[in-house]
């Protein structure tokens, strides 16, 4: 029997594709994942795809939730750990201006050059749900 292996997948930048919106991942600290409970890798352009994505997908299969962090581009950080930031002087690839951190100390550096407002995956759900 083979088993399934529950863990992300590197991003081939310039060329993989958005799942969300079929746009090629290019940018290195906004890009996204998520991986099934069966093993199954879903590629975002950005986190806000991300986010999108989850609103018509059955999230109790999703067993990572990953985004790239802002400050160290390509790593990819645990989503529901991390802290985001919606700034206006930090544009992302769909437009909705956020990015993620994998703690709270750095996103508040960038906050207090860029601007914006921060938000934990809970609220950054509930954002874009209205």
């Known amino acids: 029997l083979w088993s399934c292996n529950i863990s992300p997948k590197p991003i081939e930048y310039g060329q993989d594709a958005c799942h969300f919106c079929k746009m090629t991942i290019v940018d290195k600290i906004h890009a996204a994942e ?40 390509e790593a990819l950080i645990d989503a529901t750990q991390a802290t985001f930031l919606i700034s206006k002087n930090v544009p992302s690839p769909m437009g909705a201006f956020l990015s993620a951190f994998k703690n709270k100390v750095d996103a508040e550096k960038t906050q207090a050059e860029k601007g914006g407002d921060l938000y934990n995956w809970t609220q950054l759900l509930a954002h874009f749900k209205d």
């Open 34 to 73: 998520v991986v099934t409970a069966k093993g199954k890798v879903y590629k975002f352009d950005a986190t806000e795809c991300m986010v999108n994505f989850l609103k018509d997908f059955e999230t109790s299969e999703i067993k990572l939730h990953l985004s790239n962090h802002y400050t160290e581009p």
